[in-house]
């Protein structure tokens, strides 16, 4: 009360000096955060001097703005290389750590321009617009970071392409003075022509120490091992010449040889080889003392021109003629790594290399067996016939992979950067690697590249379930009434609709049944019975149920006994529609038999389970001309699935459960092709068309079928795992 008294006595006079008070605190509190604020956005935005800022930006491309770094005649100098290190000696794995994506982190150190005391540059050119090309690649990719604390790999700015225009001593004093040097740990150096006059070695002479060499001329005695990698030498006009893909195949000559500097003996014997063989063999070189009127040009005028080849006062267009011929010969020079190589390449001409001791590009991931052939050099007389004894479907497959491997990893320097960083990157995360397909299939046979998975011992899948394939075209009830029965099932991961219909849309997303499990439906271009079989991406386990929009019959138990049993056996057919072939006495040929029997040898894929790697087989490895055959014919796609199966395991399909009645109740003779009168007729001459392409008979008969363990056994039907497995 008192208190209340005081207040309200004092109240007028104080409550305008505590609004004034309260007010200057509020705007003191507010500028202070304010200038807070200004402050760390003037740090955030402003040019700061810290080293993970000083990252390979576009601003920072050009070596004419580069700071200038001096270096003293007293700056120390690195080891030389060390030929003894390995990944686990000389590379410090544990910079690079574990991220979810497995990459590791490439740091470009920042352009500088290095002088020594007298102001002349360490290189006579500077930074090459390869080497420019290179780091812009790097800095482009998902290696890059400009985090240097984050780094696992660091790439000088210094540009150590080409040994010539090296001054060896004051450039290995520059990578010293790096700030991460550490003698070389985890740095990375690119050179594609080292040595120089007179003994031209086969790697980089500039100090280096413990650092990585992505080197283009590496021999046996120069190359660490799962240290170092070995890269082709960029053939600059990858860049100026557009050389379309040429069709593998016979060429206007067989064997071609385009250096102009080969030694003397060298020659020599190509000669002789020409005189030998004709004008099946052209040498070309450089077009220097020729006369003048030539049939196409005057040859002199192309004297020293890259881009032309003469022979005989023949002048040729350099690199296109190389597409001319079968193969490409590919000799040791002063260097042993050679640009020629990847213009070879590019015209899909098959390299013959003949360079001893020589480590071939990215031979550590590419299979060059597929790409070139690699002769002795004391064999050069032979050479011919060596290459005459290549059959020549090996020829036209080795001529597709030479241009691919051009394509994927000599055509820029970007292709050559990333293909190192991904070779390193494989070393240091060997479980996420790249495998020897990836490495070495071309995009085009990836599918017909699968490996089989169906080798001893035979495990269960590792994605659990199956997907489910149902081909329909325009029986909407009884697909989803299957739809509905197959949901049921507890193995089921995820349906997959094959929409064979052209001419009309899948209903709409509201009108599908509402199931627990994904539900894709992919619209075919044609129609087609081999679509049910093609190796979708959405196929994500291992195991595939084929089913027809019409087996509207078989229940959840009968389909989950079905999946338990494919887990068990996964390269067999498990279904339940089963068929028998017979041999025809009078006939002289095989017959198709649906008739119940006591044997077996098919069961059609109108509803089974198989593991998809036949899907694969099915859609690019099917022998012949039967898949074609199959959907100009409408009929025994089925039949062609267990011909295939057979042929490959050497072992009979399994029928599960006692049904034999598959006839949709609702269907009329229309909807069915089975019900056809001509069906019969012309599923026997399917047997024979595929035993004549595969040129034996792959189907094997059987004698029994798989049944739960207490089917039919006097047992309370609630203790049973498959109690509806239900009637014939």
Same mark, same amino acid.
């Given at each position: +009360?008192?208190?209340?008294?005081?207040?309200?006595?004092?109240?007028?006079?104080?409550?305008?000096?505590?609004?004034?008070?309260?007010?200057?605190?509020?705007?003191?509190?507010?500028?202070?955060?304010?200038? =807070?604020?200004?402050?760390?956005?003037?740090?955030?935005?402003?040019?700061?001097?810290?080293?993970?800022s000083?990252?390979?930006t576009?601003?920072?491309?050009?070596?004419?703005?580069?700071? @200038?770094?001096?270096?003293a005649?007293?700056?120390?100098?690195?080891?030389?290389? *060390?030929?003894?290190?390995? +990944?686990?000696?000389?590379?410090?794995?544990?910079?690079?750590?574990?991220?979810?994506?497995?990459?590791?982190?490439?740091?470009?150190?920042?352009? $500088?321009?290095?002088?020594?005391?007298?102001?002349?540059?360490?290189?006579?050119?500077?930074?090459?617009?390869e080497?420019?090309?290179?780091?812009?690649?790097?800095?482009?990719?998902?290696?890059?970071?400009?985090?240097?604390?984050?780094?696992?790999?660091?790439?000088?700015?210094?540009?150590? %392409?080409n040994?010539?225009?090296?001054?060896?001593?004051?450039t290995?004093?520059?990578?010293?003075?790096?700030?991460?040097? *550490?003698?070389?740990?985890?740095?990375? @150096?690119?050179?594609?022509?080292?040595?120089?006059?007179?003994?031209?070695?086969?790697?980089?002479?500039?100090?280096?120490?413990?650092?990585?060499?992505?080197?283009?001329?590496?021999?046996?005695?120069?190359?660490?091992?799962?240290?170092?990698?070995?890269?082709?030498?960029?053939?600059?006009?990858?860049?100026?010449?557009? @050389?379309?893909?040429?069709?593998p195949?016979?060429?206007?000559?067989f064997?071609?040889?385009?250096?102009?500097?080969?030694?003397?003996e060298?020659?020599?014997?190509?000669?002789?080889?020409?005189?030998?063989?004709?004008? #099946?063999?052209?040498?070309? *070189?450089?077009?220097?003392?020729?006369?003048?009127?030539?049939?196409?040009?005057?040859?002199?005028?192309?004297?020293?021109?890259?881009?032309?080849?003469?022979?005989?006062?023949q002048?040729?267009?350099?690199?296109?003629?190389?597409?001319?011929?079968?193969?490409?010969?590919?000799?040791?020079?002063?260097?042993?790594?050679?640009?020629?190589?990847?213009?070879?390449?590019?015209?899909?001409?098959?390299?013959?290399?003949?360079?001893?001791?020589?480590?071939?590009?990215?031979?550590?991931?590419?299979?060059?067996?597929?790409?070139?052939?690699?002769?002795?050099?004391?064999?050069?007389?032979?050479?011919? #016939?060596i290459?005459?004894?290549?059959?020549?479907?090996?020829?036209?497959?080795?001529?597709?992979?030479?241009?691919?491997?051009?394509?994927?990893?000599?055509?820029?320097?970007?292709?050559?950067?990333?293909?190192?960083?991904?070779?390193?990157? *494989?070393?240091?995360?060997?479980?996420?690697?790249?495998?020897?397909? $990836?490495?070495?299939?071309?995009?085009a046979?990836?599918?017909?590249?699968?490996?089989?998975?169906?080798?001893?011992?035979?495990?269960?899948?590792?994605?659990?379930?199956? #997907?489910?394939?149902?081909? #329909?075209?325009?029986?909407?009830?009884?697909?989803?009434?299957?739809?509905?029965?197959?949901?049921?099932?507890?193995?089921?991961?995820?349906?997959?609709?094959?929409?064979?219909? $052209?001419?009309?849309?899948?209903?709409?997303?509201?009108?599908?049944?509402?199931?627990?499990?994904?539900l894709?439906?992919?619209?075919?271009?044609?129609?087609? %019975?081999?679509?049910?079989?093609?190796?979708?991406?959405?196929?994500?386990?291992?195991?595939?149920?084929?089913?027809?929009?019409?087996?509207?019959?078989?229940?959840?138990?009968?389909?989950?006994?079905?999946?338990?049993?494919?887990?068990?056996?996964?390269?067999?057919?498990?279904?339940?529609?089963?068929?028998?072939?017979?041999?025809?006495?009078?006939?002289?040929?095989?017959?198709?038999?649906?008739?119940?029997?006591?044997?077996?040898?098919?069961?059609?894929?109108?509803?089974?389970?198989?593991?998809?790697?036949?899907?694969?087989?099915?859609?690019?490895?099917?022998?012949?001309?039967?898949?074609?055959?199959?959907?100009a014919?409408?009929?025994?796609?089925?039949?062609? +699935?267990?011909?295939l199966?057979?042929?490959?395991? =050497?072992?009979a399909?399994?029928?599960?459960?006692?049904?034999?009645?598959?006839?949709?109740?609702?269907?009329?003779?229309?909807?069915?092709?089975?019900?056809?009168?001509?069906?019969?007729?012309?599923?026997?001459?399917?047997?024979?068309?595929?035993?004549?392409?595969?040129?034996?008979?792959?189907?094997?008969?059987?004698?029994?079928?798989?049944?739960?363990?207490?089917?039919k056994?006097?047992?309370?039907?609630? @203790?049973?795992?498959?109690?509806?497995?239900?009637?014939?």
């Amino acid at each position: +009360m008192c208190a209340a008294v005081k207040y309200g006595s004092r109240g007028p006079a104080l409550i305008p000096r505590m609004k004034t008070k309260h007010r200057v605190y509020y705007i003191t509190l507010f500028s202070v955060v304010l200038l =807070g604020l200004i402050a760390t956005g003037m740090f955030q935005f402003w040019p700061h001097s810290i080293e993970s800022s000083a990252d390979w930006t576009l601003e920072r491309r050009s070596v004419h703005d580069a700071p @200038l770094a001096r270096l003293a005649p007293t700056s120390p100098l690195p080891e030389r290389g *060390d030929l003894s290190c390995r +990944m686990h000696t000389c590379f410090d794995v544990y910079r690079c750590g574990y991220n979810p994506k497995n990459r590791i982190k490439v740091y470009i150190y920042p352009l $500088q321009r290095f002088v020594d005391e007298e102001g002349v540059a360490i290189s006579s050119t500077g930074l090459s617009r390869e080497y420019n090309e290179l780091l812009s690649a790097v800095s482009d990719s998902d290696f890059y970071t400009d985090d240097v604390t984050r780094a696992c790999l660091f790439l000088p700015s210094i540009d150590v %392409l080409n040994q010539n225009s090296l001054r060896i001593r004051e450039t290995a004093q520059a990578l010293a003075s790096l700030p991460r040097w *550490d003698r070389g740990m985890n740095h990375l @150096l690119f050179n594609m022509l080292p040595g120089g006059p007179p003994d031209y070695n086969t790697a980089l002479d500039v100090p280096r120490d413990r650092a990585l060499l992505a080197g283009g001329g590496f021999s046996t005695w120069t190359y660490r091992q799962g240290y170092d990698v070995s890269i082709p030498v960029y053939s600059p006009l990858s860049a100026e010449v557009d @050389l379309p893909e040429r069709q593998p195949g016979p060429r206007r000559f067989f064997i071609l040889s385009s250096q102009t500097a080969l030694h003397r003996e060298y020659r020599v014997e190509l000669e002789r080889l020409k005189e030998e063989n004709g004008e #099946t063999i052209l040498l070309l *070189d450089k077009c220097s003392n020729l006369s003048q009127g030539h049939t196409h040009t005057h040859a002199h005028t192309h004297a020293h021109s890259p881009r032309k080849r003469c022979a005989k006062g023949q002048v040729y267009d350099y690199p296109q003629i190389l597409q001319e011929s079968s193969f490409c010969v590919v000799l040791r020079g002063a260097r042993l790594g050679q640009a020629v190589l990847s213009d070879v390449l590019q015209a899909g001409c098959v390299p013959v290399i003949m360079a001893d001791s020589y480590i071939l590009p990215f031979s550590e991931v590419l299979d060059w067996k597929r790409a070139s052939v690699v002769i002795p050099e004391e064999k050069l007389p032979e050479m011919y #016939t060596i290459l005459k004894n290549i059959p020549h479907r090996q020829v036209e497959e080795m001529q597709r992979q030479a241009r691919w491997f051009w394509e994927a990893y000599f055509s820029s320097m970007k292709a050559i950067g990333l293909t190192t960083l991904q070779i390193i990157n *494989d070393r240091i995360y060997p479980y996420a690697a790249r495998t020897y397909e $990836q490495w070495n299939n071309p995009p085009a046979v990836k599918w017909s590249s699968v490996s089989n998975p169906l080798f001893l011992p035979l495990i269960p899948p590792r994605s659990p379930g199956f #997907t489910a394939v149902i081909l #329909t075209y325009d029986r909407i009830e009884s697909l989803f009434r299957v739809i509905t029965e197959i949901s049921k099932v507890p193995s089921l991961a995820k349906l997959l609709i094959v929409w064979n219909n $052209q001419n009309k849309s899948p209903p709409e997303e509201s009108l599908w049944p509402k199931v627990a499990v994904p539900l894709k439906v992919v619209r075919t271009k044609e129609n087609k %019975l081999s679509n049910r079989f093609f190796p979708f991406d959405e196929i994500e386990t291992e195991a595939v149920l084929a089913i027809d929009d019409d087996i509207i019959m078989l229940t959840s138990d009968e389909l989950q006994f079905g999946y338990e049993v494919w887990r068990e056996f996964p390269d067999r057919l498990v279904g339940y529609p089963g068929r028998l072939h017979l041999w025809d006495h009078e006939l002289g040929k095989w017959k198709y038999e649906s008739e119940w029997t006591n044997e077996v040898s098919m069961v059609l894929t109108g509803a089974a389970f198989y593991h998809k790697y036949f899907n694969y087989l099915y859609t690019y490895k099917m022998p012949g001309d039967i898949k074609n055959w199959v959907d100009a014919h409408m009929n025994c796609e089925d039949i062609a +699935m267990n011909f295939l199966v057979a042929n490959i395991t =050497g072992k009979a399909p399994i029928k599960v459960t006692p049904r034999k009645k598959f006839k949709c109740p609702e269907c009329t003779a229309i909807d069915g092709l089975s019900l056809d009168q001509t069906h019969m007729v012309e599923r026997s001459e399917c047997i024979n068309k595929f035993a004549s392409v595969f040129g034996t008979m792959p189907l094997k008969v059987v004698e029994h079928r798989a049944d739960p363990v207490l089917y039919k056994d006097d047992f309370p039907e609630k @203790l049973k795992s498959f109690p509806n497995i239900g009637s014939l």
